[in-house]
């Protein structure tokens, strides 16, 4: 997330790279301001109970170059444009030469205060020795009192610089330190194996040490070894999708027996009179009704369960649910619960809409996630992953932005789960519904609760025998 300070040290890149472009004699337009790597609007930050993912942008406008790969993952990992700066060109392949590249040659790109370098062969990325390579190194000094001494290097390194050096990630981030403080251009700088710090006692405390430009300076004396395509201009690469998870569902709270708690599902209800009759044959056979999600509660050990409990659902957000199923559950006194496919919700004629879910949920209902676009998620599980998951994560973040906070449950499209998909599920859901019939429900089967398949047009009786005990 950013903050004020980032937002003015990044204010003062964008100034500088107007300059960096000119100097160095490469295109540029006017720049347009985006969310960069892990932004997120000061005031929209996710909260801890989130789901969702946040865009990853890979196309940096203010210099016209993308960041990617593995560099992309170094950059993110490691401060991003504080610490690198904006990208002055794309990758680009350097070859081994003499063998410093590694033994097949290496990734590049330059970065207005780095250069990063990706060896294919180890898969590591690394800040190239910039200092080094400027021939910044001085001469070894002996140990001054009140600082840290580098005898690898022979240098001193104290105050303020010490501690941004320490907070930038050490000599894993910049190296030893290879000179002492020095005075350059009107600034006390401190030159290292991969940076150099400068001292500007002018800006806000906590923006007074500066990691310099000198990926722009080394790319202004090397511009002869870079390949003219990695310096154009680049058609933008699309923002990558990172997923936000909230915390894991905890483990239940004590262990709880196996229960006989029967489910029924439910699609179309074509008309309200024989719903009602069911309803109150299971009234009469003495079934006490519960939602899912209290079910589910009992479940985990965090709440009772009444006697001769019986749950109802209904999946799929069909309109007829809302025009006849709701009815009938009001007059009852009926807490149910609705399975909802959200990419149908408003878009699919005979559904439902986001206003007539939300008034389900109004009634008192919970309103629950059957996917996007009701896909079977194991055999999406095979052929596209990605795809797979956002069916299963994607359509509880709809749900949530659209409805508020739910049960989180969730209910298998055509009642298909595997360890797989229910591992998936597990990570966000607190419990997940199949079908397969049956009524015993148990902590070790939460994420595949059994239900019974139910139709208005069927006997009470015969779902009745259905359900132990009846």
Known sequence: MSNPLQLTRRRTLLASTLGTLAALGLPFGSPVRTALAGDLPIDHAPSADYIGYVLIPRYFPETRHNVNGAILDYFRANGEVEAFGYPLTEE??????????????????????????????????????LGELLGKRQPAVEPLPGLRYYPETGHNLGGAFLQFFE?????????????????????????????????????????????????????????????IEALRPAQPLEPLREWVLPPSPPPPARPVPPQHIPILYYHQVPSQGP????????????????????????????????????????DDSWASQIANAAPVLQAEGIQATFFVITRFLGTMPGYMTWDQVRALKE???????????????????????????????????????????????FAYPNGTWNDEAAALVARVYRAAATTGGGDLQSQSRLYALRRIKAEPSYPPEMLLKQMAGA
């Open 275 to 314: 719903l009602r009759e069911q309803i109150r044959a299971f009234k009469e056979a003495g079934r006490t009704f519960l939602s899912l999600g209290r079910a589910v509660q009992a479940l985990r050990g965090e709440a009772s369960l009444p006697e001769r409990p019986l749950v109802l659902t209904f």
């Open 363 to 409: 009634m008192g209902h919970e309103v629950e996630s059957h996917t996007q676009n009701h896909a079977d998620v194991v055999d999406l599980l095979k052929k596209d992953r990605g795809a797979a998951i956002a069916e299963i994560w994607e359509s509880l973040s709809i749900l949530e932005d659209r409805l508020g906070r739910s049960q989180r449950l």
């Open 167 to 227: 907070a930038a990630g050490g000599l894993d981030a910049l190296g030893y330190p290879i000179s002492e403080e020095v005075s350059e251009n009107g600034h006390v700088v401190q030159w290292f194996q991969n940076a150099r710090l400068e001292w500007w006692p002018e800006n806000a405390a906590g923006a007074q040490v500066q990691l310099g430009l000198i990926g722009t300076e080394y790319l202004r004396a090397s511009l002869r070894e870079v390949p």
């Open 92 to 129: 680009f392949w350097e070859p081994a030469g003499d063998g410093a590249n590694g033994p097949n040659g290496r990734m590049v790109q330059y970065f207005q205060r780095a250069r990063l370098e990706y060896d294919p062969d180890t898969k590591i990325v690394r800040r190239g020795p």
